[in-house]
């Protein structure tokens, strides 16, 4: 049972990025995914997620209009659509799953990925 972040790396701001979680061991179509970040000396923060199946997902304010989640369950796959990237979205990127719904807890979930890191730097 795993799940496998990746797509990080260094960009400059503007410009934009596509993470992904690929999911294996398990359905992921039952599961709700979660993207975190924890940036150095920061608490970690929920900045998205879809609920199972292709129900609707949810934003952290700050990412709204730029960050975009997606899903793929045939591939076991989701995405994160990053653009506009700013220098404040620079942070390690988990992603999580739990039954169904998803949460604004971390604690909330029961596996998580490894983390993928994201630099937006000029």
């Known amino acids: 049972v795993q799940l496998q972040a990746s797509g990080g790396g260094l960009v400059q701001p503007g410009s934009s990025l596509r993470l992904s979680c690929a999911a294996s061991g398990f359905t992921l179509g039952n599961y709700a995914i979660g993207w975190f970040r924890q940036a150095p000396g920061k608490e970690r923060e929920g900045v998205t997620c879809?609920?199972?199946?292709?129900?609707?997902?949810t934003y952290q304010e700050s990412v709204k209009g730029r960050f975009t989640i997606s899903r793929d369950n045939a591939k076991s796959t989701v995405y994160l659509q990053m653009n506009s990237l700013k220098p404040e979205d620079t942070a390690l990127y988990y992603c999580?799953?739990?039954?169904?719904?998803?949460?604004?807890?971390?604690?909330?979930?029961?596996?998580w990925g490894q983390g993928t890191q994201v630099t937006v730097s000029s």
């Open positions: 879809i609920n199972w199946g292709f129900s609707n997902s």
């Open positions: 999580a799953a739990r039954r169904y719904l998803c949460s604004g807890s971390g604690s909330a979930y029961v596996k």
